[in-house]
């Protein structure tokens, strides 16, 4: 069965400083991968995905984010976190025609 | 850029009332879906639709919810009977077959 772990609950990174949000997946094959963004009381707004090819994957506002298939994970990294990115971030794991499974997210503060 | 659009964004409703939650796929998608957020928890899934119908469901799709595309752009989802649990953010998603699936902003319903 497909899931995916996110081992940090909560964040705290000063401004300007570096980020790596973490996530781990278990899926029987290759998986379609994707970080979503919640601000309080909004929708999920898609930051990045990955289906296949590089394993390197850039998104907008600087993030990134690699996949990396022999540690099954594909964590969220941006070199310089603004105020603006506070938020809660879920990775989700998929595949073509099914449902997606959702971590329980890592809230991310952002210190001045 | 074409989106998902869900109604109302708020909806609050007392125990044991029928709540019907709208959403308007992107016009040209085949695959629907609807997923729960309870408050400070994870996204859910909740069922799929394809073809006019029920392609996966999961254990909380019980009887007292069901989902329907009456015209050929809505799709609602039914909750029969609502209890005080059923409060949550409720997510609506479309795809494209082999695509990615595109998120709604999301309605919130209250149950008092």
């Known amino acids: 069965a497909q899931s995916v772990t996110q081992p940090d609950i909560h964040i705290t990174v000063s401004e300007g400083a570096s980020l790596e949000l973490r996530c781990n997946y278990s899926?029987?094959?290759?998986?379609?991968l994707f970080w979503y963004v919640q601000s309080p009381g909004q929708g999920l707004q898609l930051r990045l995905k990955?289906?296949?090819?590089?394993?390197l994957v850039q998104g907008i506002k600087g993030f990134e984010a690699e996949f990396k298939r022999s540690q099954s994970s594909f964590n969220l990294r941006k070199p310089s976190v603004h105020w603006s990115d506070a938020a809660e971030y879920f990775c989700?794991?998929?595949?073509?025609?099914?449902?997606?499974?959702f971590g329980a997210g890592t809230r991310l503060t952002v210190k001045p | 850029e074409p989106e998902v659009t869900q109604t109302p964004s708020h909806q609050v409703t007392q125990m044991g009332q029928e709540v019907i939650l709208r959403c308007v796929p992107i016009?040209?998608?085949?695959?629907f879906y609807w997923y729960r957020q309870i408050l400070g928890q994870k996204v859910e899934f909740l069922v799929s639709f394809y073809n006019n119908e029920i392609s996966e469901k999961s254990e909380i799709f019980d009887d007292q919810f069901s989902v329907e595309r009456p015209d050929g752009s809505n799709f609602t989802l039914k909750i029969r009977s609502t209890k005080l649990e059923d409060s949550a953010m409720y997510f609506c998603?479309?795809?494209?077959?082999?695509?990615?699936?595109?998120f709604g902003a999301g309605t919130r319903l209250s149950v008092l």
């Open positions: 016009s040209n998608h085949l695959y």
């Open positions: 989700a794991v998929g595949a073509v025609n099914n449902d997606m499974r």
């Open positions: 899926y029987g094959a290759t998986p379609y």
């Open positions: 998603a479309s795809k494209l077959a082999g695509g990615f699936q595109y």
């Open positions: 990955y289906f296949s090819g590089d394993t």
